[in-house]
């Protein structure tokens, strides 16, 4: 929209003042500026600036994997809005769920149940384990429901147990208690004093994770691929052994599957590809989820153990917009669109077809090592790029940094195989050109 300049309307300015002069140029000018330009000069005025990296990009549309600028240039994404959009931009079975679900009911608080809620209880049921789900917006808030459920349970031991370790590199989320058990002392920076009784350990040390446990540790948080820090991967057997750990010292072990979650690893939860030796997988005693859970839309969960669950008494905790019946029907069709379509095979397919593609390209000289599992990807470089998102958006392909030099795929998990290959050749004809 244009601005009106002062004095348009009226006829004080003579059409050959200075004044009238420098009107008709700044019009102008105003008027050659792109529907994008125009928008970002409004969001510079209005929002706050603290996304770190942030793009001077609107965007306006999508559609599958492709993204639409304010000015109409197509990207094809390969971060899927740091993973929330799991199954792509307005796919047709989400854009009918929520629909459907917006003309019959939206939002009725926690004292009533709604039907989606049930609903995605039992879908969570069927795919993960034996649990209870408490539902809020995002991944801090089902991780700090977690910690808050574990002191719940340490509470009546003698002494009180209250304290949770965490992993160095690893990023729970940015609520003050969620920066305390983040392994990054970047993101507590200027918000000290950081909230006591987290404390953090190497990952894949067993020993160190040991030797850190106290008399008040009430509980152990990791993410199963350490996504922010670098999508770090670690041997199934420390999982088992962590496991083993929290079992015999009475903690509650907490897997935030934020990241990893529905399907992005090629399993529905990534905890799944932790083998124990007995038979069965290695299963936490609470898991948390966001981002791709509500396939866009906000959406945390909190799932835990009935036994654990239990002590989640009323009045313990609540969040009011949490559960409500659109998020909740969209994060349903998630988990049945990922079933029907066969989408776990295709990520974990396209996640292996990447690997080699990359280790056999032009870039590879390029490239320490690839991490990851199915659809989760972190492509490490040999050395620290200087603005690889941007080169990346100049050929019209949207990937992420994180770590310094890990490049981070996280694409739809239905992108069809021709796009993944189109957006892959880009990637690599970029780091190929740094
Ligand atoms: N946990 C993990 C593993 C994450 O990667 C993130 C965000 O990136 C969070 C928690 C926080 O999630 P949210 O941004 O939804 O609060």
Not at 26 to 39: D, I, K
Request: with cysteine.
């Amino acid at each position: 929209m244009m601005h009106e300049p002062v004095g348009r309307r009226g006829s004080r300015m003579a059409a050959s003042s200075p004044a009238a002069e420098f009107w008709y140029a700044w019009v102008f000018a105003e008027r050659s500026m792109t529907q994008m330009q125009q928008l970002l000069g409004r969001a510079r005025a209005v929002l706050t600036d603290n996304y770190g990296g942030r793009q001077p990009i609107v965007m306006s549309r999508g559609e599958g994997s492709f993204v639409y600028d304010a000015d109409g240039r197509r990207y094809i994404d390969l971060f899927a809005g740091f993973g929330g959009a799991i199954l792509g931009h307005c796919h047709p079975a989400l854009v009918e769920a929520v629909t459907t679900q917006a003309r019959r009911l939206w939002h009725v608080g926690n004292v009533f149940y709604n039907q989606p809620q049930i609903e995605l209880g039992e879908r969570l049921n069927r795919h993960a384990f034996a649990g209870q789900a408490f539902f809020c917006h995002s991944g801090l808030e089902a991780n700090e429901a977690a910690c808050k459920l574990a002191r719940l349970r340490g509470r009546d031991a003698s002494p009180r147990r209250w304290k949770v370790i965490s992993l160095h590199k690893s990023f729970h989320g940015r609520s003050l208690a969620m920066i305390a058990a983040t392994g990054n002392p970047r993101i507590r920076a200027g918000f000290e004093p950081v909230v006591e009784g987290f404390s953090q350990v190497e990952p894949g040390d067993i020993g160190a994770l040991e030797r850190a446990i106290e008399p008040e540790t009430a509980a152990v948080i990791m993410e199963p691929i350490q996504g922010e820090g670098g999508v770090n991967v670690f041997p199934p057997e420390y999982f088992v052994q962590v496991r083993e750990l929290c079992d015999s010292r009475g903690l509650t072990l907490i897997f935030d599957e934020v990241w990893t979650g529905c399907g992005r690893t090629g399993r529905w939860f990534a905890h799944q590809h932790f083998a124990r030796p007995g038979g069965g997988v290695v299963e936490p005693d609470i898991m948390t989820l966001g981002k791709a859970v509500g396939g866009g839309l906000p959406v945390g969960v909190m799932y835990a153990r009935p036994q654990v669950a239990a002590l989640l008494a009323p009045g313990t905790h609540g969040c009011t917009l949490g559960g409500n019946a659109i998020c909740m029907a969209a994060a349903c069709r998630v988990f049945d669109v990922i079933e029907s379509q066969g989408l776990l095979e295709h990520a974990a397919a396209m996640g292996a077809l990447a690997v080699e593609r990359l280790r056999r390209s032009a870039a590879a000289g390029r490239i320490a090592q690839i991490r990851g599992r199915g659809l989760m990807l972190g492509i490490e470089l040999t050395e620290v790029p200087s603005g690889l998102m941007e080169a990346a958006l100049e050929r019209a392909v949207i990937v992420n940094v994180t770590a310094q030099k890990v490049v981070r795929l996280a694409p739809a998990l239905n992108i069809p195989q021709a796009v993944w290959e189109e957006g892959l050749d880009a990637l690599i004809a970029t780091i190929a050109s740094l």
